[in-house]
């Protein structure tokens, strides 16, 4: 027989605990949310997310713009600055005893964001990678609240994994499991390329809608006139006192963005240009001298700028110049306006991302020369119109010397492209794929 007088104390306390749970849930967006009193469609709010600085996301700005000119309401979520530092680490064993920590903290802060923070939305778009614990906040807050989940993929969460702890380590076949089945889950996804849209229907079978929605550059990135270009590069610091042999002819400007992480490989550009020098040096001393500006922040630029240093001391890059650079969005963007070649070092993890920083070279009109050893490179550079690609530092080098070399045809032409693939923008894009699920396009 059940004792009552022992059972029911606890009882109590239990009833009252689920109680106090369930009345503190966040608030669902409901149905009568989605209409005005006389039955017309209420303005479309959109939570915004990207666990990572914000600053360094600029497609999700992008989207957030995007929704506001369109007449939504967006709230946009993420760090101000970088991951806090407690967080980070580039030490693999430190990696794998603080991992779990930053989860959970990552996972406590984004739940009561989303939660609490923010009133309830009819969409919620997030940014992956990072995959965990992104989405797996993402469908509970969706699951609470009564919202539909759009997942913006610009990469695989596994693969960048994987160049941490190598690909068969067996967290990083964990966490493909995991992306797999919060993928599944989706009301919609958003991939930066044909070719991650095949590996998404094809090789995950993922049921829900999954639409291309290819990177374009945002209205500051434009051609400068010729008089702009001297005007900034005048006043810019690090091309300053370059000037006048850059308006001569006799120093080239290279630009390659950088965040200065594993699936760039910048060794090659530094071996490209000592071979440069080099060339320029002995061969064929009429090739320009080269300034190269790199701009961006990341964990390993401190290493790197050391490796800098001592290749100059040892005097291995007498025709090159090397200056970092961390701009403004304005300035960053009339740079590479004025630049005579851009420079893209991004291998992919996966096979199938894009690097965003090539759409910005184009949309410029500056032509690139990348790293073009995986599948969807072609997608946005069409060889010898629009950029050249490379698989080794030697194969840089050559191209430098050929798009820098006496003969200006060639660079004249890729120009050309650039200026021409430039012209497609990401209002263009967005309108008839993001616009149209979100509801202001038909």
Known sequence: MIDLETWLPLLIVLFTILSILLLSLPSTFGADQR??????????????????????????????????????????????????????????????LFAPLKVIFQALSLYYTLGYRTPPARWLLVQNPPTIPTLLVAHVICFIRNTRLIIDWHNFGYSILGLKLGVTHPLVRLSQLLERAFASKASAHLVVSNAMARVLRDGWGLKGPVLPLHDRPFFQFQPLQNSQRVEFLARCPQTASFIDVIRSGSTKVLVSSTSWTPDEDFSLLLDALVSYSDIATSIQSQLPEVLAIITGKGPQKDAFLSQIQMMAEAGKLSRVHLRTAWLSAEDYAKLLASADLGVSLHTSSSGVDLPMKVVDML???????????????PELIRE??????????????????DLFGEDEEPLRQLRKGALLEGQKRWDDEWDPVMGKLLGFCK
Do not use: M
């Open 384 to 401: 010898g119109i629009n950029g050249r690609g490379f698989q080794s530092s030697h194969g840089l080098c050559a191209a430098l010397v």
């Open 35 to 96: 209409f005005r009193k006389n039955g017309s469609p209420i303005e479309t709010r959109v939570q915004v997310v990207v666990l990572g600085d914000i600053g360094r996301s600029p497609r999700i700005q992008y989207h957030a713009l995007s929704i506001a000119r369109k007449g939504g309401f967006v709230d946009l979520i993420g760090y101000s600055a970088a991951t806090p530092a407690f967080l980070r680490t580039d030490n693999r064993r430190l990696f794998l």
């Open 363 to 377: 949309g410029a009109g500056l032509p690139v020369v990348g790293w073009d050893k995986f599948e969807a490179w």
